[in-house]
């Protein structure tokens, strides 16, 4: 309280200085002296005037008519320097202005105090002094025990109202926070039960089983992810968490998948994008994919998602040594498959032999099967074969090129050299 009522002394002291000083400012008494800039100024009109009359250019009636002049001027503007320059103030008018600052300086203080014990509050102050003396862990936990009051406020209006799903939706993020991974679980389970499968709810069950079970995705949550993809193939979370399971269980290829198929997904979102490509090159780094075929962090103009994850550019040449063993009408095949060994290619060209050399350009619009396409993959296989006989399926005589495997985002063109026969 004594620094308060100091501060509010201080204040007073100013308030009197800013309103009395105006008041008890002195002015000058002693009148300027005439402007020697108008002395100057007639000195040398006269100088000029006595040159006019000996040269005759003014008569000497005219000279001391405009002589006249001048010192009249001069006068004039001396009086008005002289006038300005008296003073304002008097010796009464000082004196009523002491009287004046005397009466302020006794009714400011009056006035404030006045006003202050009747409008003003105390006693917050003395609050203010309470509440700075809590420990900071007394208010956190009084501030974590009303949350769980209210949580348990919402628990037991849920166990009196089962059939509201917006309420156990609540009651589920709210132990999320809590860090109540369990309860939330069990929220979500009496969800899914009242609304159905819903992708949504099944990846917040997932999500939430996993943090009760030390983060593990793998078991039921995994379940309950596919399950969510199977709903919607293009869930964000859903493809998130599908990646992170894999990864889980050593399955990095499957992981890098999922997480490709995310990206596109993630154009308006660049925080995001980057951190999935950073979940992608760590999980080929441990495929042993070389650093220069990772794919980068951030997407440049060349190499973003929406442009080159699903398309593949490759060149194809013919070994000289093999060309007498071509016609021109030759079928040529130029396609991306799966590592996985499945035969379905995920794009495929059909030229001729005579087209070579060539570059072509494979992408998702060139799938077999809409569900297999190069950006559901993020490494592909890339080979070229050339049919004597026409068929799609190797036979013996045709030739073909060793194959190139391709991480999927990368700019570069793949090479292929069609330079061995198949036996």
Do not use: C
């Amino acid at each position: 309280m004594l620094t308060f009522y100091i501060l509010i002394a201080l204040m007073i002291v100013i308030a009197l200085y800013v309103i009395a000083y105006p008041l008890l400012k002195k002015v000058d008494d002693t009148p300027s002296e005439p402007n020697q800039v108008s002395l100057s100024l007639y000195q040398q009109r006269r100088i000029e005037l006595q040159r006019d009359r000996e040269a005759g250019v003014l008569s000497d009636e005219q000279s001391v008519t405009a002589l006249a002049e001048l010192e009249r001027t001069l006068l004039d503007e001396i009086n008005v320097s002289v006038t300005e320059s008296l003073p304002v103030e008097t010796t009464e008018k000082r004196t009523t202005e002491k009287w004046a600052v005397a009466l302020v300086a006794l009714l400011l203080p009056v006035l404030a105090g006045t006003l202050y014990y009747n409008l003003g509050h105390p006693e917050l102050i003395t609050g203010l002094q309470d509440a700075s003396s809590l420990q900071p862990d007394d208010e956190i936990h009084n501030n974590a025990s009303s949350i769980e009051d209210m949580v348990e406020m919402l628990a037991q209006r849920m166990r009196d109202n089962p059939e509201d799903p917006k309420g156990w939706v609540m009651l589920g993020r709210s132990y999320m926070t809590l860090g109540r991974f369990q309860d939330a679980a069990n929220a979500y389970k009496q969800l899914r039960t009242l609304v159905g499968d819903k992708p949504n709810i099944l990846l917040m069950y997932a999500d939430a089983l996993a943090m009760a079970n030390n983060r593990s995705l793998v078991g039921q949550p995994e379940e309950l992810i596919l399950q969510a993809l199977e709903l919607d193939p293009d869930n964000i979370t859903g493809l998130w968490l599908a990646g992170r399971t894999a990864d889980e269980k050593g399955q990095y290829k499957t992981a890098v998948d999922y997480w490709m198929r995310l990206l596109p997904l993630l154009k308006q979102d660049p925080k995001s994008t980057t951190e999935v490509r950073q979940l992608i090159k760590t999980v080929q780094g441990k495929l042993g994919i070389p650093e220069a075929e990772q794919i980068s962090l951030v997407p440049t103009e060349n190499n973003s998602s929406d442009q080159l994850d699903n398309t593949i550019t490759v060149n194809v040449e013919l070994d000289p040594a093999l060309v007498e063993r071509t016609s021109p009408e030759d079928i040529l095949f130029i396609f991306a498959q799966a590592l996985d060994g499945s035969p379905m290619p995920l794009a495929a060209v059909r030229k001729q032999v005579k087209d070579l050399p060539l570059e072509v350009t494979l992408d998702d619009s060139m799938a077999m099967l809409p569900s297999q396409k190069i950006s559901g993959h993020s490494i592909v296989k890339i080979s070229a074969r050339i049919s004597k006989s026409g068929s799609a399926l190797p036979q013996s005589g045709d030739l073909t090129a060793t194959p190139v495997q391709f991480t999927v985002g990368l700019s570069d063109p793949v090479a292929l050299m069609i330079n061995t026969l198949i036996p």
